[in-house]
């Protein structure tokens, strides 16, 4: 519970990374933090759960982002304001996929996923409840026409977004198309 410790830090990896059946709970700062791998990043099966400042952030240089079958629960509690107050915080530096899917992504005081700057985003097969800003994306400007955001078979369920200034699902797209199929969104209040 160190105020500035990550329960997992990578810097500039240089090889693949690959967390599989990680568990990471209370972390004093983020629960794992991946900063500019030179290849792909693997985060399969992990359970990370009430750590402070976030749970997963990363930063990377177009390299591709796999998260699937994990579940992230209760992190983003500290009462400091920022936009790195997420379950998961992605910045793809400009390109790269990032692709979520049979996750679990529940209970925050603020983001849910908060992801930007890659040419393609897929969220899919995921549950997101109790948090206060589900899921913002933002795509890189840079993208060429063939990205796109995907947004397929999500349950969007029991989030509160009582801000003015804030929005339960955020897309903010440049060039990219948008594909959203087969969602449920109930008893939200946004």
């Known amino acids: 519970h160190d105020k500035y410790v990550d329960g997992v830090y990578y ?10 059946g990680l568990s990471v709970v209370g972390a004093g700062r983020y629960g794992v933090s991946v900063n500019y791998p030179s290849s792909s990043v693997l985060v399969d099966a992990a ?7 976030g749970g997963l952030t990363l930063n990377t240089n177009r390299q591709d982002i796999t998260i699937t ?3 992230f629960e209760g992190n ?3 009462s400091s304001s920022s936009s790195y107050r997420s379950q998961i915080r ?3 530096g400009g390109s790269g996929i990032l692709s979520i899917s049979s996750c679990i992504i529940s209970t925050s005081v603020d983001y849910g996923v908060y992801a930007y700057a890659y040419s393609q985003i897929h969220v899919t097969s995921s549950v ?3 948090t206060k800003r589900p ?3 933002r795509s890189s400007s840079s993208s060429s026409s063939s990205s796109e955001i995907k947004l397929a078979l999500n349950t969007f369920s029991d989030n509160a977004c009582l801000d003015t200034d804030c929005f339960g699902i955020d897309l903010r797209p440049y060039s990219q198309s948008v594909l959203i199929q087969g969602n449920i969104v109930e008893g939200n209040s946004a």
């Open 135 to 137: 899921l913002y994306i």
């Open 76 to 78: 983003a509690i500290s």
């Open 47 to 53: 359970n990370i759960t009430g750590c402070r400042y």
């Open 90 to 92: 992605a910045n793809g």
């Open 69 to 71: 079958g994990s579940r």
């Open 128 to 130: 997101f409840s109790k």
């Open 11 to 20: 810097e500039r990896p240089p090889e693949a990374v690959v967390l599989q």
